[in-house]
């Protein structure tokens, strides 16, 4: 075989060769774009011969065998002789086709003689099911890519693409209009490449301006700065256009700033003479016709345009060398991301254990950063409001509060009797229990959105977002009425006299739990609305913990499925104890021994004696205060039986429900949701822990941690990819 780094031109810069040899021996070209030359034009241009002058391969004549699918061919540098052949499938091939087109290879050929070149392309074109244009059936063209890479001791690198050449009609039986847009889809893909040297191949005796492919390079090289046209066929050109074509040359029209270059390929007959020198052929020619023997040395025959070349791929590296090692480090930064994100290799049984209990712990340790409100000490807490679960908690116990205090009774107790108890409140609900600017801005944030949406308050009593895995434990409430604003009395005399016994000027005591349980009746959708937003606010707090953790789907996935079952049986747990508490409150014994109940009844009692005397009262100057007579007071106070009875009962009623709804919110905060749910030792969030690891099963172990094929693929590549993106990058400093 003939060498050819010897035939071609230099590359100016021997630093900038070693270089460029480097990243091609990396096999950065995979991965980013680098300067090459890319061959295009019309079907029957001449670009195949140009291709063939260029590079010195013997490419077949056969019209069977043109150009129907993109062909690479790089010329490195290597210790050894040696020329390999293989194709690269396309991104849109199936799995077996790549493993097929993958595993052909032609290696170890030391000379590409033209018998052998088109026996290889015969071959290839059966492989990629393409077919000459007598073969019905079978594609015309292939966006699979033959890769012909030639290696040589004195080699310079050189990598040119041939494309197939685009057409403006098709043939019946041949070509079809997908396969035209198929080829100018496929030529346009590598022309968009920034660092291309574009040699628009053109036949000289044709109209300049019928040249579809000057005007796609025009529209993808814009600056013209990496466009060079190559004329052809100047033996066809007619007397009369041959001045058109010296003002191409010229620079007089159509200019390219890469100028222009005339080219005289070989016929069919000088091909067959053995003893043909393409090269003696050519300068002869451009000698000795006119008026091509007055164009400058410098535009006419492939050894020019092979000098020029290699000037123009000198430049364009030096230009393009700061932007090659941006991408470089783009891509680098990338490859490790996507291999950070794989996470640690988990093949063997130790690995997948070690993997399973560093995430356990990292798990356990933000989840103790999350309970204790110290959000700064992880970044993941900047980005997910689900993820501050101590804020969450507390704003959801402070709306249960303000709910139970604001819709908790059936009936609002009477006005008369509302007055300070013994711990400062008011009577009625309490404005430090309404929800202030600052909460409803915490349950408003975007990223909180699905945890706690905008409350209505006395509409609804869930806040939270809904769980599918969830939605048969988790309770759905009616919506709570409000308390009737007035009727207490009534109401409480009615229940009364539908109650009332034998009893002589007083009740029994059998009366007190049966109004307790019809003034609490709201309650119960008020509890267990509560007891399942805690559920889903530790829910959603486990599974995006564990994703913050562990960004493999797949093994997030299998964590959950693992844990589902544990953490089922611990809201259930939760729910049971809520429901406990809400019997116990409401069905069982009224009963207190809170010293503020007695406090608080006198209290009301005094306040009702208070308000009746009070415009009765006379000032005494002598005893410096009010007093009322008692006659005055027996004229007053002349209430009826049933209006005692029903004014005890309402203080009796309205004492105790300041002590047990306090009582109550307490215990289903502490016990059913901070004990059960969040801080208790067998909480949710305590499950995924290294204990737990340590007592999963080895079938466990590989359903959840274990690694695929396909990732264990992409972990391989990626490792690859990224020791060869950093001795290209170092080929760079």
Same mark, same amino acid.
């Given at each position: 075989?003939?060498?050819?780094?010897? *035939?071609r031109?230099?590359l100016? *810069?021997p630093?900038?060769?070693?270089?460029?040899d480097k990243?091609?021996?990396?096999?950065i070209?995979?991965?980013?774009?680098?300067?090459q030359?890319?061959v295009?034009g019309?079907?029957s241009?001449?670009?195949s011969?140009?291709l063939? %002058?260029?590079?010195k391969?013997?490419?077949?004549?056969d019209?069977g065998?043109?150009?129907?699918?993109?062909?690479?061919?790089?010329f490195r &540098?290597?210790?050894t002789?040696k020329i390999?052949?293989?194709?690269?499938?396309?991104a849109?091939?199936t799995k077996?086709?790549?493993e097929? +087109?993958?595993?052909w290879?032609?290696e170890?050929?030391?000379?590409?003689?033209?018998?052998?070149f088109?026996?290889?392309?015969?071959?290839?074109? /059966?492989?990629?099911g393409?077919g000459?244009?007598?073969?019905p059936?079978? &594609?015309?063209?292939?966006?699979d890519?033959?890769?012909i890479e030639?290696?040589?001791p004195?080699?310079?690198?050189?990598?040119?693409i041939?494309v197939p050449?685009i057409?403006?009609?098709?043939t019946e039986g041949?070509t079809?209009?997908s396969d035209k847009?198929?080829?100018r889809?496929?030529?346009?893909?590598?022309?968009?490449?920034p660092?291309s040297i574009?040699?628009?191949v053109i036949?000289a005796?044709?109209?300049?301006?019928t040249?579809?492919?000057?005007?796609?390079?025009e529209?993808?090289d814009?600056?013209?700065?990496?466009t +060079?046209?190559?004329l052809?066929k100047p033996d066809l050109?007619?007397k009369s256009s041959?001045?058109?074509v010296i003002?191409?040359?010229?620079?007089?029209s159509?200019?390219?700033?890469?100028?222009?270059a005339i080219?005289?390929?070989p016929?069919?007959?000088?091909?067959?003479?053995?003893?043909?020198?393409?090269?003696?052929?050519?300068l002869?020619?451009?000698?000795?016709?006119?008026?091509w023997?007055?164009?400058g040395?410098?535009?006419v025959?492939?050894?020019?345009l092979?000098?020029?070349? %290699?000037e123009i791929?000198?430049?364009?590296?030096? &230009?393009?060398?700061?932007?090659v090692?941006a991408?470089?480090?783009?891509?680098?930064?990338?490859?490790k991301?996507?291999l950070?994100?794989l996470g640690p290799?988990?093949?063997t049984k130790?690995?997948q254990?070690?993997?399973?209990?560093?995430?356990a712990?990292?798990?356990?340790n933000?989840?103790s950063l $999350?309970l204790k409100a110290h959000?700064g000490?992880s970044p993941?807490?900047?980005?997910?409001q689900?993820?501050?679960?101590?804020?969450?908690?507390?704003s959801?116990?402070?709306?249960f509060?303000r709910d139970v205090a604001?819709?908790?009774?059936?009936m609002t !107790?009477g006005k008369?009797?509302?007055?300070?108890?013994?711990?400062? /409140?008011?009577a009625s609900?309490p404005?430090?229990?309404?929800?202030?600017?600052?909460?409803?801005d915490l349950l408003?944030?975007?990223?909180?959105?699905?945890? +706690?949406?905008n409350?209505q308050?006395?509409t609804?009593?869930?806040?939270?977002?809904?769980?599918?895995?969830? *939605?048969?434990l988790?309770?759905?409430?009616?919506k709570v009425?409000e =308390?009737?604003?007035?009727?207490?009395?009534?109401?409480?005399?009615?229940?009364?006299k539908?109650s009332r016994g034998?009893?002589?000027?007083?009740y029994d005591?059998?009366?007190?739990?049966?109004?307790?349980k019809k003034?609490s009746?709201h309650?119960?959708?008020l509890?267990l609305?509560?007891?399942?937003d805690?559920? @889903?606010?530790v829910?959603r707090f486990h599974?995006?913990?564990?994703?913050? @953790?562990c960004r493999?789907?797949?093994?997030?996935?299998g964590?959950n499925?693992v844990l589902? *079952?544990?953490?089922i049986?611990?809201?259930?747990?939760?729910?049971d104890?809520v429901?406990?508490?809400?019997?116990?409150?409401?069905n069982?014994t009224?009963i207190?021994?809170?010293?503020y109940f007695?406090n608080?009844?006198?209290?009301?009692r005094?306040?009702r004696?208070q308000?009746?005397?009070?415009n009765? $009262?006379v000032?005494?100057?002598q005893?410096?205060?009010?007093?009322?007579s008692?006659?005055?007071?027996?004229?007053t106070y002349h $209430?009826s039986?049933l209006?005692h009875?029903?004014?005890?009962?309402?203080?009796i009623?309205q004492?105790?429900?300041k002590v047990?709804r306090?009582? !109550?919110?307490?215990n289903c905060c502490?016990?059913?949701?901070d004990?059960?749910?969040?801080?208790?030792?067998?909480? =949710?969030v305590?499950? !995924?822990?290294?204990?737990?690891?340590?007592?999963?099963?080895?079938?466990q172990?590989?359903t959840?941690a274990?690694?695929?094929? $396909?990732?264990?693929?992409k972990?391989?590549?990626l490792?690859?990819e990224?020791e060869n993106?950093?001795?290209g990058?170092?080929a760079?400093?």
């Amino acid at each position: 075989m003939a060498n050819h780094s010897k *035939d071609r031109g230099k590359l100016a *810069d021997p630093k900038l060769l070693e270089v460029i040899d480097k990243l091609f021996e990396y096999n950065i070209g995979e991965y980013v774009a680098l300067p090459q030359l890319l061959v295009v034009g019309d079907q029957s241009s001449g670009k195949s011969s140009v291709l063939e %002058g260029l590079t010195k391969l013997p490419f077949p004549r056969d019209s069977g065998l043109c150009t129907r699918f993109a062909t690479q061919i790089t010329f490195r &540098r290597a210790p050894t002789t040696k020329i390999a052949v293989s194709i690269i499938p396309s991104a849109n091939a199936t799995k077996e086709v790549a493993e097929k +087109l993958r595993a052909w290879k032609k290696e170890g050929i030391k000379k590409l003689e033209r018998e052998v070149f088109a026996s290889i392309l015969n071959e290839v074109h /059966e492989l990629m099911g393409v077919g000459k244009p007598s073969e019905p059936g079978k &594609r015309t063209f292939s966006d699979d890519v033959l890769r012909i890479e030639i290696c040589d001791p004195d080699q310079e690198h050189l990598s040119v693409i041939d494309v197939p050449g685009i057409f403006r009609r098709v043939t019946e039986g041949v070509t079809t209009q997908s396969d035209k847009a198929m080829v100018r889809d496929m030529v346009t893909s590598y022309m968009q490449n920034p660092r291309s040297i574009i040699l628009a191949v053109i036949p000289a005796n044709v109209d300049i301006a019928t040249q579809e492919i000057l005007d796609m390079a025009e529209e993808l090289d814009k600056k013209g700065q990496r466009t +060079l046209g190559v004329l052809t066929k100047p033996d066809l050109v007619d007397k009369s256009s041959e001045s058109n074509v010296i003002d191409l040359l010229q620079g007089r029209s159509h200019k390219l700033n890469l100028g222009w270059a005339i080219v005289r390929n070989p016929g069919q007959e000088e091909l067959a003479n053995a003893s043909f020198d393409r090269n003696f052929a050519e300068l002869n020619f451009f000698k000795t016709r006119n008026p091509w023997a007055k164009l400058g040395k410098d535009k006419v025959g492939i050894e020019s345009l092979q000098t020029r070349l %290699g000037e123009i791929l000198a430049e364009t590296v030096r &230009r393009e060398f700061p932007h090659v090692k941006a991408d470089i480090n783009k891509k680098l930064k990338d490859c490790k991301y996507q291999l950070d994100s794989l996470g640690p290799s988990r093949e063997t049984k130790d690995q997948q254990h070690k993997f399973l209990l560093e995430l356990a712990t990292q798990f356990q340790n933000l989840t103790s950063l $999350a309970l204790k409100a110290h959000y700064g000490g992880s970044p993941i807490f900047e980005n997910s409001q689900s993820l501050k679960l101590a804020t969450l908690i507390v704003s959801r116990n402070e709306l249960f509060s303000r709910d139970v205090a604001m819709r908790g009774h059936v009936m609002t !107790f009477g006005k008369e009797a509302e007055a300070k108890d013994s711990e400062g /409140e008011e009577a009625s609900a309490p404005e430090n229990e309404k929800m202030d600017s600052t909460q409803m801005d915490l349950l408003n944030l975007d990223d909180a959105s699905r945890i +706690l949406s905008n409350p209505q308050p006395r509409t609804a009593n869930r806040y939270t977002t809904e769980h599918e895995d969830l *939605d048969e434990l988790l309770y759905h409430p009616a919506k709570v009425v409000e =308390p009737k604003s007035s009727g207490i009395m009534e109401w409480l005399e009615g229940i009364y006299k539908s109650s009332r016994g034998f009893e002589l000027g007083t009740y029994d005591c059998s009366i007190v739990p049966i109004i307790w349980k019809k003034q609490s009746a709201h309650w119960d959708d008020l509890a267990l609305s509560y007891i399942s937003d805690v559920i @889903c606010i530790v829910h959603r707090f486990h599974s995006d913990l564990i994703r913050s @953790c562990c960004r493999d789907e797949r093994v997030v996935a299998g964590i959950n499925s693992v844990l589902s *079952d544990h953490l089922i049986k611990r809201y259930s747990r939760a729910i049971d104890h809520v429901k406990f508490v809400l019997y116990t409150e409401r069905n069982g014994t009224p009963i207190t021994a809170n010293h503020y109940f007695a406090n608080n009844l006198e209290k009301c009692r005094q306040l009702r004696v208070q308000k009746g005397m009070k415009n009765k $009262a006379v000032w005494s100057p002598q005893q410096s205060a009010q007093l009322v007579s008692l006659d005055v007071v027996m004229q007053t106070y002349h $209430a009826s039986n049933l209006d005692h009875i029903v004014q005890d009962l309402h203080d009796i009623l309205q004492s105790y429900y300041k002590v047990a709804r306090k009582r !109550f919110v307490d215990n289903c905060c502490m016990q059913g949701a901070d004990y059960h749910l969040v801080t208790g030792p067998d909480a =949710p969030v305590r499950v !995924f822990s290294p204990a737990f690891v340590a007592d999963l099963s080895s079938e466990q172990l590989e359903t959840i941690a274990g690694e695929d094929v $396909a990732t264990r693929r992409k972990r391989a590549a990626l490792k690859y990819e990224i020791e060869n993106l950093e001795k290209g990058k170092k080929a760079l400093v």
